[in-house]
């Protein structure tokens, strides 16, 4: 956790530029804006019109597993993996039933291999995300909220591994991107029962092809390659109960990857006639997600949670977890401002 | 080599894009000019912040425009206040947040808007002059306050999307270099409430809340909008497009009125708050809906019932004038219009014309005439047009009072030679007077009207101090005599500009009248009563015409109004028009004595009094909902009416010969109408006026003023810091592949926040992707000079492929092999200076900037630092542009830069140089030179030659010749990146400039030709195909279709490597590189070939292009969409006449050959043949 300084400075920073009460005009409460509960159980799936969410996210995974081919738990007793992801999301209620949201992650990564002697480690910026999330129905009390998404990740992670010269094993620099974008397309509901509620949801990721930095293709004369990651589904399921000003949340995911694609760039619009399948490169997993919300103020929550993988697959792209998310549980911590 | 070639190409399309970072001069909403000589002052109330300025030095102190609007500001915080619970209770929508007014005092021109979101009102605590024709009252800041304050609770109460953004901009260009086609697409989804809703409703809620009621000017407006068929179509009606015609402004806003009283009767009370409640539920596509969803029918049954009530109501209104007897005379000015025919087949064939030709052709004869008078001698006419017309035609000539009609031909030609147009904009609906016994006139001008003539010539008058106020003026009607074709005339027309000293030797300003408007002149021609303005009011003022002797009439302040003073005969009084205390009423004043006596004590609306010789007071009023021209003879008291019109009647003067002159509303403008003396009406009306009020209770009405001065407690000085707008972010989700495989998808945001005085504003720019902005722009117009600094990154990957051949040879394929790649650029900018607005017609700034650039590909750790440059420049831009339809008519922009740049190559695999040209370069100064002129012509008969009828037809169909000029020079050999760039570019990056007219060479591939010598001519001709065309389709508006076509010649030139051998030596990529920098031979414009787009052959030799051309055609249609948005779509074609070669992926196949031809510069091998290209941008503008 020691090395969550950059998101720990970024959460200070933003707390002191919150204005204090009715001090500035700028940050004055709008008529317009929406109702919103205090309590987490109560809130519905969208933030609400005229509400703005600043959260500041940390995510750490220490690990030194990994999954086997057929799924089996294996482990190096010679490296240690750190994966964190500290992300900077923006979120707006623009509409009534509708809300926008974007977010900034950045990544510190390190790799410890005594094998090999090396400590390989830095910070890079990741892929943003933008989505919006549309609410077609809702009943307040008790609440029943279902939302649509559609969410679209764009590649601005780090895509060159460094010199090759001596082969992939002598990468200087971490790739934190597939050097492709996602169009997600989920559904979510959740129906409030007293002080308990329960989630669901659905969702659909096509993932497009691109040429990628890291990707050498030698097969046709390329310098790079063109790479399609495999489209994935995911479903997950979750109980949450509001006890004063906390909830806790706990539920269950399955994801399915699809097969990974690779080769040369072909004409079109969707360029990839030319891309062959990696085989192996398809898989599953399910794990339990658990967090849990404290209401600090109606405009601020403080979230701790982990997301713990009980199967998951080798799906061949260690270390780019956006396209193969190593064994391990990964610990979150959020801050969330609201104005 | 070519590796470079492509990163330059992206990194000079990054800089120019920042370019448009840099803000404009006229930064501000209102006035382009800073004010450092004011303080800011805040009055706190409950539910506002009223913000307004004091000069810091007063009038006592030498300070010639001293401004303290602490009155306005206080009536304007006590009047917001008590409209606060009634406008809220109006909309059940009561404000948590409140709103901050700021009051402008800075200049003399009426000004208010509101933008809800940002909690904004800023209004003039001056109305200007014509404010109350329009709208029929003078009562200014609960007019314009309840409006403005109607709007902020109607739009926040129904907006759909959230206040913390105006909308969302989708957009993106799709590039296929193959086809050579550009296609962009861009949507503002943005709230999309109908222009009648918004604006009828502003104007309905304030009469709901009982500030406003249907005056008599509202009912004129709509009246003549019926009754001459002028009524906006439903496409007008819902979506505001000014640029139909005269009057559409407000006739969309008292339409709109009309139409909610009409619903409120109809549908009840609530109804249109109703419409504001549906549309808040989610937002639509189609405000529209909203109409059928609240009240059951459709928008356009609506709209064709209220069509059928009113069309009814007034056509009543019509007859029962006609069988009242209707006196009005006949229009004064002009042969008779078009539409006045002696057969039926004319009336026929005048209907079957376009409709737009039709209101031009009633527009002719003005749309702003006001204040027509004879000169006491009968010798001259004139009229305020705008300007002052005068004329030496006498009474006699116009057919309204010859009692025949009579040809204006027989006076035309000698009226055209010795008529004056005297006067400035400041000009405009103020009242004016003939001296009597000297040929001149005293008129209201701005106090910066007069110029030396080069002054005039050059348009170099500085504007020191950012005021022209109002002031008045004394105008000689002179003359001079000079030769026209052979022969001696006296005319009015100096004849050149040079003779323009004649014209401003026409004036002289009359002292001590700053701020002065709507002058009289005593009979005796000595002194002027005046009206004087001062925070927010006016007073009454008697001046010598030598500016001595000033003496107040009257000492108000609390916001009282006058209008158009007037001299008894006898010179002793003078009568007057007055607002005060929610009252308009007629008085006279003893000028000696200063007494005030009321003439009407009443309701109505009565104004424009003229003291007539014959010893009666005309006078206009609206005794019976219409207005009309009424006498009342100040001894007795007895008023007679002396017009019925059906438009209505204002501006009354009683002419030498005892007719009368007059400005009648139509719905094509105020004309000026004459009315003979013997066809006076005549008709008694004293009964309709209270003429003889209590004296206690005109008295006490004169003295009372409301006390303000409880505010004093809650006045504070402004901080910036406690009055900052709510900050405003524009969501930006775009497309712009930089292949064709690529997919380019970036999202971000725009956040915009500022002071509500505008001192200090700040924009931050984030949109993230594979090509990702970071901008962080901060502005301070605080002192004369604006200031800015920007510092951006931009950071982009690209896709490629390179083609490499073994044998050189790339007519040969079999020997070629192919290798995809994917590199990433990133620019990193600082970028500050200051703008200054010269004047009204030139802007000036300078600035430094700073930059590097560096790039990455696969083996590359991190970004390779390429180059970095600083530079310094200043640039002045001349404009006198204004009108837009959609492009300018008429008018010309010169652009002028100078910049001096450092640039240092720093790449390390190159150890720090890189060869352009033939020379190794590595750090180096360069003086860059660029100017541009642009001039639009409108097409139209020329000194009267037009054999054909042609040009007078191009001239209906505003047809349009421009020409564009661009130039520039670089002193030296510099890198590519430093080199002049042409070459097409769509407007979804570049802006509406970056395709009109042409001179980026649209037939050519984007930024594919480069030089240190820049000419390039363009001609252009534009012509509507054709507006009016008002289809709704869907939430989309099309009014208008123009085209043009054009053509473009010129070419870029740079500099050669030397031919022989001796003098060169070849680098480890095969380019040659002078020894000795001064071997380099620099291309000379017009008589050079420019190799560096000239391509080589089979053989190796240059296919040589001394100068390139295009030619192209454009089709452009207007149109708006959601209600609000230009949305504006076209189709260019362009064909490029020249086989080029260039930099880059010259030919857009997205594959860069390696072979090159050895002459040392970044050339690729491939070149594009002629041929076409296509331009296509659906709502992206231009």
Redesign the interface.
């Known amino acids: 956790m020691k090395k969550l300084w950059p998101a720990l400075a970024l959460t200070l920073s933003c707390t002191a530029l919150m204005p204090a009460e009715a001090q500035a005009t700028a940050w004055e409460a709008k008529t317009m804006r929406a109702p919103l509960s205090a309590r987490e159980v109560e809130r519905p799936l969208i933030l609400g019109k005229g509400w703005l969410e600043l959260s500041l996210e940390a995510q750490v995974k220490s690990t030194n597993q990994y999954w086997g081919p057929e799924g089996e738990k294996l482990e190096w007793d010679y490296a240690e993996w750190l994966y964190t992801k500290e992300t900077l999301r923006v979120r707006y209620g623009i509409l009534r039933r509708g809300d926008l949201t974007w977010e900034l992650p950045v990544h510190y990564l390190r790799l410890q291999n005594e094998n090999l002697g090396t400590d390989t480690k830095g910070m890079y910026w990741g892929d943003p995300r933008f989505s919006f999330t549309f609410e077609p129905l809702r009943t307040d009390v008790p609440l029943t909220s279902i939302v649509t998404k559609a969410e679209m990740k764009v590649p601005m992670g780090n895509e060159s591994p460094g010199s090759y010269i001596a082969g992939p094993s002598t990468f200087q620099r971490f790739i934190t991107t597939s050097g492709t974008p996602d169009l997600t397309l989920s559904a979510r509901g959740k129906r409030q029962i007293g002080i308990f509620a329960v989630e669901a949801g659905v969702g659909y990721m096509y993932r497009f092809s691109g040429l990628a930095q890291y990707l050498l293709e030698t097969t046709n004369n390329q310098l790079n390659g063109r790479l399609k990651p495999g489209n994935q589904i995911q479903l997950d399921a979750a109980g949450m109960v509001q006890l004063g000003p906390v909830a806790l949340q706990g539920g269950l995911w399955l994801k399915r990857w699809g097969t990974v694609e690779a080769g040369t760039t072909s004409g079109g619009l969707l360029p990839n006639g030319n891309l062959e399948p990696i085989v192996g490169s398809e898989g599953w997993g399910w794990g339990a997600d658990i967090n849990a919300i404290g209401h600090v103020t109606r405009g601020i929550d403080v979230v701790a949670g982990a997301y713990i993988p009980v199967r998951g697959e080798d799906l061949m792209f260690f270390p780019i977890e956006d396209l193969h998310p190593t064994r391990g549980t990964t610990f979150t911590g959020r801050l969330e401002f609201r104005f | 080599m070519s590796r470079i070639s492509r990163i330059a190409v992206a990194a000079l399309t990054l800089g120019l894009g920042s370019m448009a970072l840099a803000p404009q001069a006229e930064a501000k909403f209102v006035s382009p000019y800073n004010h450092p000589d004011l303080d800011w002052y805040t009055i706190d109330t409950e539910h506002f ?1 009223v913000h307004y300025p004091v000069s810091k030095k007063t009038a006592e102190e030498g300070n010639p425009h001293y401004i303290n609007a602490e009155y306005s500001a206080r009536r304007s915080a006590v009047e917001s206040e008590r409209m606060w619970p009634l406008m809220c209770g109006e909309l059940n ?6 709103i ?1 007014v700021v009051i402008l005092d800075q200049s003399d021109y009426l000004e208010g808007f509101t933008i809800p979101s940002w ?1 904004w009102i800023e209004i003039s605590a001056n109305p200007g002059g014509y404010f109350y024709r329009m709208r029929g009252r003078g009562e200014w800041f609960s007019d314009v306050l309840i409006h403005e304050f109607a709007h902020v609770v109607s739009l ?1 109460a129904s ?7 105006g909308g ?1 901009l989708v957009g993106g260009l799709y590039s296929d270099g193959i086809r050579d086609m550009d296609t962009g697409v861009q949507f503002y989804i943005s709230s999309n409430d109908a222009w009648w809703w918004t604006e009828g409703g502003a104007e309905f809620w304030s009469n709901n809340t009982g500030y406003y009621w249907w005056t008599s000017a509202r009912d004129q407006n709509i009246r003549m909008t019926v009754l001459q068929d002028r009524l906006l179509d439903y496409g007008e009606w819902e979506s505001r497009v000014d640029a139909s015609d005269w009057g559409d402004g407000e006739r969309g806003y008292q339409q709109g009125y009309n139409m909610a009283l009409y619903i409120r009767e109809r549908f009840g009370d609530e109804t249109m708050a109703r419409f504001a409640i549906e549309y ?4 639509r596509p189609n405000w529209d809906s909203v109409i059928e969803d609240v009240i059951g029918i459709d928008g356009r049954t609506l709209y064709n019932d209220w069509v059928a009530y009113v069309t009814e109501k007034y056509e009543a209104v019509e007859r029962e004038i006609q069988a009242d007897g209707q006196v009005e005379g006949l229009e004064l000015k002009g042969s008779p219009g078009a539409w006045e025919f002696k057969k039926p087949s004319d009336r026929d064939e005048y209907e079957k014309s376009d409709r737009n030709e039709r209101e031009n052709e009633r527009h002719s004869t003005g749309t702003w005439e006001l204040e027509p008078k004879f000169s006491d001698d009968g010798k001259y006419f004139g009229y305020n047009g705008g300007r002052i017309f005068v004329t030496p035609t006498p009474e006699g000539s116009f057919s309204a009072f010859a009692g025949a009609s009579t040809s204006d031909a027989d006076v035309s030609d000698e009226a055209s030679r010795l008529s004056w147009r005297l006067g400035t904009g400041a000009t405009f609906s103020h009242q004016w007077d003939f001296i009597p016994g000297r040929d001149a006139v005293v008129l209201t001008m701005s106090e910066d009207a007069l110029s030396t003539p080069f002054q005039y010539w050059s348009k170099l008058k500085l504007e020191e101090d950012g005021y022209d106020w109002k002031q008045l003026y004394i105008g000689e009607l002179t003359t001079t005599t000079r030769k026209v074709k052979g022969e001696m005339i006296e005319t009015t027309d100096p004849g050149s500009i040079l003779g323009q000293d004649k014209i401003m030797d026409r004036y002289t300003a009359i002292p001590n009248t700053m701020r002065g408007t709507d002058p009289n002149v005593s009979p005796n021609g000595e002194q002027v009563v005046y009206i004087e303005y001062f925070d927010g009011g006016t007073n009454l003022v008697v001046i010598n015409l030598d500016g001595s002797e000033k003496t107040y009439l009257t000492e108000f302040h609390d916001g009282t109004m006058f209008q158009r003073p007037d001299w008894s005969p006898d010179g002793t009084k003078v009568v007057f028009s007055m607002f005060r205390n929610y009252q308009n009423d007629l008085y006279m004043i003893d000028v000696a004595s200063k007494e005030i006596e009321a003439l009407t004590w009443d309701k109505h609306e009565s104004y424009d009094p003229h003291w007539g010789h014959d010893g009666l007071i005309y006078f206009t009023s609206d005794p019976d909902g219409i207005y009309n021209i009424y006498r009342m003879d100040p001894a007795t008291r007895e008023v007679e009416q002396v017009t019925n019109v059906l438009g209505g009647a204002s501006s009354p003067t009683l002419t030498p010969d005892g007719n009368l002159v007059y400005t009648m509303y139509t719905a094509f403008g105020f004309k000026i109408w004459g009315l003979a003396g013997d066809e006076f009406m005549l008709r008694d009306a004293t009964h309709r006026f209270n003429i003889a009020p209590d004296r206690g209770e005109v008295q006490a009405g004169l003295d009372y003023s409301e006390d303000l001065s409880f505010l004093e407690s809650a006045t504070k000085k402004y901080k910036f ?7 405003t ?1 524009t ?1 930006l ?1 775009r497309y712009g592949n930089d292949s ?4 380019g ?5 725009q956040l915009f ?1 500022q002071d ?1 005085v505008e001192d200090h504003g700040g924009v931050i720019m ?1 949109i ?3 090509d ?1 902005t970071l901008m962080a722009q901060y502005i301070n117009q605080v002192w004369y000079p604006s200031f800015f600094l920007t510092v951006y990154r931009v950071q982009s ?1 690209s ?1 490629f ?2 083609a490499f051949d073994a044998d050189g040879n790339f007519s040969t394929t079999a020997d070629q ?8 650029q990133v620019q990193n900018m600082v970028f500050g200076g200051m703008s200054y607005p010269f004047n009204g017609n030139i802007d000036i700034s300078a600035g430094a900037s700073a930059l590097s650039f560096g790039f ?6 991190a970004f390779e630092p390429f180059s970095w440059r600083a530079t310094g420049f200043v640039n002045a831009t001349y404009s006198n542009i204004s009108q837009r339809n959609p492009l300018p008519r008429s008018g010309t922009m010169i652009d002028l830069n100078y910049a001096h740049g450092y640039t240092d190559i720093v790449y390390a695999p190159y150890y720090g140089v890189d060869t352009d040209d033939g020379q190794r370069l590595d750090a180096y100064h360069y003086n860059s030179y660029q100017g541009r002129i642009t001039k639009y012509m409108p097409v139209k008969p020329i000194a009267g030659w037009d054999p054909l009828g042609l040009l007078g037809l191009a001239r209906k169909q505003q047809h349009t010749f421009s020409v564009d000029l661009q130039g520039g020079y670089i002193d030296r050999n510099v890198q590519f990146n430093d080199e002049f760039r042409a070459g097409g570019r769509h407007p979804y990056w570049f802006g509406s400039g970056a395709v009109q007219p042409n001179t980026f060479f649209a037939g050519y591939p984007g930024f594919s030709l480069s030089g240190e010598t820049m000419a390039i001519l363009n001609a252009a001709y534009r012509f509507k195909v054709k507006d009016n065309i008002n289809k709704k389709i869907g939430p989309l508006y099309v009014y208008r279709i123009d085209a043009q076509v054009m053509g473009t010649a010129g070419n870029l030139w740079s500099y050669r490597a030397p031919d022989d051998a001796s003098k060169y030596y070849t680098d480890r990529f095969g380019t040659r590189v002078a020894y000795d920098e001064a071997d380099l031979y620099r291309e000379r414009p017009f008589r050079d070939y420019a190799y560096k787009n000239s391509p080589v052959t089979g053989t190796g030799q240059f296919k040589e292009n001394y100068f390139l051309y295009d030619a192209g055609a454009e089709v452009r249609i207007s149109s708006i969409m959601f209600n609000r948005a230009p949305w504006n779509s076209f189709v260019r074609v362009a064909y490029g006449f020249n086989e080029i070669r260039g930099v880059g992926d010259v030919n857009g196949d997205d594959v860069i050959t390696t072979a090159d031809n050895g002459l040392g510069d970044a050339l690729s091998a491939e070149s594009e043949l002629p041929g076409v290209r296509v331009y296509i941008g659906i709502g992206t503008g231009w």
């Open positions: 912040a929508y009561f404000l948590k947040e409140k901050h909690d926040k907006t759909s999307i959230a206040e913390g953004t969302i808040s539920k989610g937002w810091t406690r009055a900052m707008m709510p900050p972010a969501p989700i064709m495989t690529n997919w998808i970036t999202a971000g945001f926040m509500f984030a993230l992707g594979e990702t990957k896709d492929a390179r092999t192919y290798f995809e790649g994917e590199q990433a990455q590909t696969i083996s590359d750790t």
